[in-house]
């Protein structure tokens, strides 16, 4: 499964790890989880950090890490087992495949636990194990205050900022799987464009594109939005039926069988055709999302991305005449905020938000915190950009009824919006782009660049349809 | 989305519970559960004991039962929450659609806890606040011994006992759900077959098959078995591409957006023809579930169902060579089991192995509990069948090399098994076929009928695919 250029990236990432950590380390896999009885479990998903140094998915398993060496910690299944689940590698095959220097069975654990750095383990039962056989809770990095954390916590701490490091950056494994992950995902949203005039409803479409995920054997990275309410941000239910002059909203990603994501989002008409009132503002959403790719690059601080972003929206809604004044000033006082109120990307990897377990940790710069200013307080990522970074880029344009029927915020912001304007842009909801943008030395590379983004393009991929009798 | 019968029905399941229990109850819905970061979570599955009596899936909910009356504790989402997820039911309107007396924010259920009967919450976050809240641990009904049972665990196991007697029986409510579930599912496997000679691989017809559940808005009851390794029983894995020759066993059903289930196999063959070898054989496991099913009615133990399953397996094995000697004295000897080694079926409602989350209690008469003889070990239920009592019917013919290559078992078996006439149907890996079969008055109903068993009419099915140009 594991090729050598894998293998290889494998190594070096624990050889980095101990340049950087000088305890050992324990990381746990987790387990699957139980739907609605013993028997019946959700599909095992490894904890990321587990999968980043062992590189493939193992339930019920623990790696240690030391001074570069791994030692895989795990039991193969028992014989009475086999009968049901068919034959399993042996420990010593699974070492192997992931280029262990040792393996033990689970129970030898125990021996390893003093002085070691670790992050929670992922599931209820597997943090029951961990907690018991560390003899201490495991919180996470840094929670609570520095000034309050022992020994054990600082450890953590360290490990978790040293791990952050590294993934912040996608080696050569990291950036096969995800342009798998991207691929798969572009074909599977082109899939959704050319079959929507065949189908009637969200969830028929929502099958169509998640079927050729599956396809590939990789389930989604997150739950899929496919919706003709594109107002609501994490719409996670299929209930409607297509009416003439729906937009529908899609971002789904696929997720690799090694656990890496892809997260893109497009929007297009169900009829085929967008109105030039949904065509306008379709437009204005793509000069966003064209101009925030142009501008990324090493060192640039992904916060004046979400800015540009923020500035070219608020540009837009003035030409069509939604907003009134300077854009500037707009963006200064956050009025974007109210059809643009998330941000503008985040990080993308093993994780479709990349190590938000950790918090903020991965996500901002040390010392950096969030802004409680309407148009940032939901931006992800706010640290100067580098080279193998990948992260999304993904403007929108939403009538969010929460927002905008907000008495305080209309009083608030009644000299900026020309409501009688808006109400003409009725037939528009909800509007995304999205894409997954790789920092490059050169400026940066849009792995999922085969999805059209351009409307006609669009239209035209929707109308390539062919009917079924 | 609930009907005034589904309401009747609702209404009288607490009506009988109250009849049956005469402390308050108290069930929780569980919340949905987090997949590697806390803000991306596998689909939310409410408890099956909250789904019988609440009507509908509701996250982070608690239902009291007193008297007949409900009282639903749940909070609405946050105004922020709206912003992310759109416009909320409020709990008025909740509390109507499931016909609760009374709701309450969730803070109130702790003025309830005083001798109450409950069963434990479902997932580790709402099991974590049940424990709190109760001031005491809920492990379940009937575990450890009862002259050890304290008043609390003998009133959370009257409750099991009263659930599992109101479980047991399928209202009309259930009916209309359990048959909406099982018409999608035949769909499903229909659409599976007439596409096979369209593809490729176990993946690509897994995607068509749940793609169709999807299309319905119904999750998988449970993880799909699609595979041309069907002897592994258990399989969830889809690496393979088909060969000629290959059998594909195929157990996959779906659930209804309230939550009940279905759950059918069948086994075909993916170049649309069975050789001789496999036709035999699978004529054999169709004769057994074809018997069983004739066997069906009020009063039967379903143990002889599954003796009687076991015994015309034996003689089919014994008319085609493998098997040698009479078959009553080869079921006796389990000899069957090297071969059949599952029982014939199970309970099917809510879950897919109806509450198995109670263990054995709702499976097991009381007073019996499993036998340790091969052939019986692993079936689920021993009860005799009563009228609105549905029931899976899964015979199967299996070459487990776990079992086949078990030396104990070779010599246990030396005198009954034809080695060099069983290496004559190597084509043969697995074969099951499985229906949902409701108990009636005059005998049995087979809700998942409309899909094909006899061997020629799966061929014609499979044959009848429009190939794609």
Redesign the interface.
Same mark, same amino acid.
Request: glycine share 6%; net charge negative; with cysteine.
């Given at each position: 499964m594991l090729t050598s250029v894998d293998r290889a990236c494998l190594h070096h990432r624990r050889q980095q790890l101990a340049d950087w950590v000088e305890d050992p380390v324990l990381l746990w896999s987790g387990t699957s989880?139980?739907?609605?009885?013993?028997?019946?479990?959700?599909?095992f998903?490894a904890?990321?950090h587990f999968l980043y140094f062992a590189g493939m998915p193992l339930q019920n398993a623990v790696i240690g890490l030391a001074a570069g060496q791994l030692t895989l910690f795990w039991d193969e299944p028992s014989?009475e087992s086999?009968?049901?689940?068919?034959?399993s590698l042996s420990r010593r095959d699974v070492a192997e495949q992931m280029g262990a220097d040792d393996h033990l069975p689970l129970s030898a654990v125990p021996t390893w636990t003093l002085a070691v750095a670790t992050l929670p383990a992922?599931t209820?039962d597997s943090l029951q194990q961990q907690t018991e056989w560390l003899g201490r809770s495991v919180s996470g990095s840094g929670s609570g205050h520095p000034q309050e954390w022992d020994r054990h916590m600082e450890r953590d701490h360290q490990l978790a900022q040293a791990i952050i490091r590294l993934r912040l950056q996608q080696d050569d494994f990291a950036l096969t799987q995800l342009q798998q992950a991207a691929q798969i995902t572009v074909e599977a949203h082109l899939q959704g464009m050319r079959s929507t005039l065949n189908h009637a409803?969200e969830?028929?479409l929502?099958?169509?594109i998640?079927? &050729?995920?599956?396809?590939?054997?990789c389930p989604t990275a997150?739950?899929s939005i496919v919706t003709v309410?594109g107002?609501?941000?994490?719409?996670?239910i299929?209930?409607h039926t297509f009416a003439p002059g729906d937009l529908l909203l899609v971002d789904a990603g696929a997720e690799t069988p090694l656990g890496w994501a892809a997260d893109v989002t497009r929007t297009w008409p169900v009829s085929g055709h967008f109105s030039a009132t949904q065509r306008d503002l379709y437009d204005i959403v793509l000069a966003a999302h064209d101009a925030c790719i142009a501008q990324i690059a090493p060192g640039v601080e992904f916060r004046d991305v979400h800015l540009l972003a923020a500035q070219t929206i608020a540009s837009g809604l003035v030409d069509v005449g939604i907003l009134r004044g300077q854009p500037e000033d707009l963006v200064e006082r956050d009025a974007h905020a109210l059809f643009f109120?998330h941000g503008i990307g985040h990080l993308l990897g093993?994780? &479709?938000?990349d190590m938000?377990?950790l918090g903020d940790g991965a996500g901002y710069e040390p010392g950096r915190q969030r802004c409680d200013r309407m148009g940032l307080r939901y931006l992800r990522l706010d640290r100067p950009l580098c080279s193998q970074m990948l992260v999304t880029i993904e403007p929108g344009f939403y009538q969010?009824?929460?927002?905008l029927h907000n008495p305080d915020l209309r009083q608030q912001y009644r000299d900026c919006v020309n409501w009688d304007r808006l109400a003409q842009f009725e037939d528009v909801r909800g509007i995304r782009i999205e894409d997954d943008v790789l920092v490059t030395s050169e400026g940066s590379q849009v792995l999922t660049s085969a999805l059209p983004t351009q409307a006609d393009d669009v239209m035209a991929c929707v109308n390539s349809t062919s009917l079924k009798e």
């Amino acid at each position: 499964m594991l090729t050598s250029v894998d293998r290889a990236c494998l190594h070096h990432r624990r050889q980095q790890l101990a340049d950087w950590v000088e305890d050992p380390v324990l990381l746990w896999s987790g387990t699957s989880v139980s739907r609605n009885f013993a028997a019946n479990r959700f599909p095992f998903r490894a904890s990321s950090h587990f999968l980043y140094f062992a590189g493939m998915p193992l339930q019920n398993a623990v790696i240690g890490l030391a001074a570069g060496q791994l030692t895989l910690f795990w039991d193969e299944p028992s014989p009475e087992s086999t009968v049901w689940h068919g034959p399993s590698l042996s420990r010593r095959d699974v070492a192997e495949q992931m280029g262990a220097d040792d393996h033990l069975p689970l129970s030898a654990v125990p021996t390893w636990t003093l002085a070691v750095a670790t992050l929670p383990a992922p599931t209820a039962d597997s943090l029951q194990q961990q907690t018991e056989w560390l003899g201490r809770s495991v919180s996470g990095s840094g929670s609570g205050h520095p000034q309050e954390w022992d020994r054990h916590m600082e450890r953590d701490h360290q490990l978790a900022q040293a791990i952050i490091r590294l993934r912040l950056q996608q080696d050569d494994f990291a950036l096969t799987q995800l342009q798998q992950a991207a691929q798969i995902t572009v074909e599977a949203h082109l899939q959704g464009m050319r079959s929507t005039l065949n189908h009637a409803s969200e969830a028929a479409l929502r099958a169509e594109i998640e079927s &050729v995920m599956m396809a590939h054997q990789c389930p989604t990275a997150y739950t899929s939005i496919v919706t003709v309410q594109g107002e609501i941000l994490h719409n996670d239910i299929y209930p409607h039926t297509f009416a003439p002059g729906d937009l529908l909203l899609v971002d789904a990603g696929a997720e690799t069988p090694l656990g890496w994501a892809a997260d893109v989002t497009r929007t297009w008409p169900v009829s085929g055709h967008f109105s030039a009132t949904q065509r306008d503002l379709y437009d204005i959403v793509l000069a966003a999302h064209d101009a925030c790719i142009a501008q990324i690059a090493p060192g640039v601080e992904f916060r004046d991305v979400h800015l540009l972003a923020a500035q070219t929206i608020a540009s837009g809604l003035v030409d069509v005449g939604i907003l009134r004044g300077q854009p500037e000033d707009l963006v200064e006082r956050d009025a974007h905020a109210l059809f643009f109120p998330h941000g503008i990307g985040h990080l993308l990897g093993l994780d &479709v938000h990349d190590m938000e377990d950790l918090g903020d940790g991965a996500g901002y710069e040390p010392g950096r915190q969030r802004c409680d200013r309407m148009g940032l307080r939901y931006l992800r990522l706010d640290r100067p950009l580098c080279s193998q970074m990948l992260v999304t880029i993904e403007p929108g344009f939403y009538q969010i009824p929460a927002l905008l029927h907000n008495p305080d915020l209309r009083q608030q912001y009644r000299d900026c919006v020309n409501w009688d304007r808006l109400a003409q842009f009725e037939d528009v909801r909800g509007i995304r782009i999205e894409d997954d943008v790789l920092v490059t030395s050169e400026g940066s590379q849009v792995l999922t660049s085969a999805l059209p983004t351009q409307a006609d393009d669009v239209m035209a991929c929707v109308n390539s349809t062919s009917l079924k009798e």
